[in-house]
């Protein structure tokens, strides 16, 4: 048997219903916003900084060369001795090209990796934004029709009440003579 409702406010019924269109008006377009951060992210990582960490290393790759040709250029003049400052270049420009390989490892890394990470995340967005979309909507749907006839309920008054009657003993009895009968009993 179902349970029983105990409403005590329409309005609370309404402003409830009224709550939730707010609430999925608004969550939808975020899930929808988180949604499209994360494909940005994918491709700013598969695309945008691969490219630019892969120019990095080219770059850095060609200052290294020069900066080595200039202290191999000086140790083979007789005129001129190395120093330090071109020693230097080539110590820092060693330590920048380090560095954007290491970049371009963990950029190359996060890509691959990205999709085992986040699709788990993306499923139960994918799942909440479902929700909302088609759950939520039935559910609004169905409080309006539940608000629509709990207020058509209230309006309907009895037409008349029946006054409590009272039962004498020997009536009781009697009914209760007559069911047995009726049952066979007797």
């Keep these: 048997?179902?349970?029983?409702?105990?409403?005590?406010?329409?309005?609370?019924?309404?402003?409830?219903?009224?709550?939730?269109i707010v609430y999925?008006?608004?969550?939808?377009?975020?899930?929808?916003?988180?949604?499209?951060?994360?494909?940005?992210?994918?491709?700013?990582?598969?695309?945008?900084?691969?490219t630019h960490w892969?120019?990095?290393?080219?770059?850095?790759?060609?200052?290294?060369?020069?900066?080595?040709?200039?202290?191999?250029s000086a140790r083979l003049g007789i005129l001129r001795q190395e120093s330090s400052a071109e020693q230097l270049l080539v110590h820092r420009a060693k330590r920048t090209l380090e560095e954007a390989e290491t970049k371009l490892r963990m950029v190359k890394k996060w890509a691959r990796d990205y999709d085992g990470r986040v699709q788990p995340l993306l499923k139960q967005i994918e799942k909440l934004h479902s929700v909302l979309s088609?759950?939520?909507?039935?559910?609004?749907?169905?409080?309006?029709?539940?608000?629509?006839?709990?207020?058509?309920?209230?309006?309907?008054?009895?037409?008349?009440?029946?006054a409590p009657t009272t039962v004498s003993a020997s009536s009781a009895a009697k009914t209760n003579e007559f069911m047995g009968k009726a049952d066979g009993k007797t």
């Design 1 to 20: 048997m179902p349970q029983k409702a105990h409403v005590t406010s329409l309005d609370a019924l309404e402003s409830f219903r009224s709550h939730l």
């Design 24 to 50: 999925v008006s608004q969550a939808r377009p975020a899930l929808e916003e988180v949604s499209s951060d994360v494909m940005r992210v994918k491709l700013w990582l598969e695309n945008d900084q691969r």
């Design 54 to 72: 892969e120019n990095e290393v080219r770059r850095r790759t060609k200052v290294l060369e020069q900066a080595q040709q200039s202290l191999f």
């Design 134 to 162: 088609h759950d939520l909507v039935k559910a609004m749907a169905y409080l309006a029709e539940v608000i629509k006839t709990l207020a058509a309920y209230a309006e309907t008054r009895p037409v008349t009440e029946i």
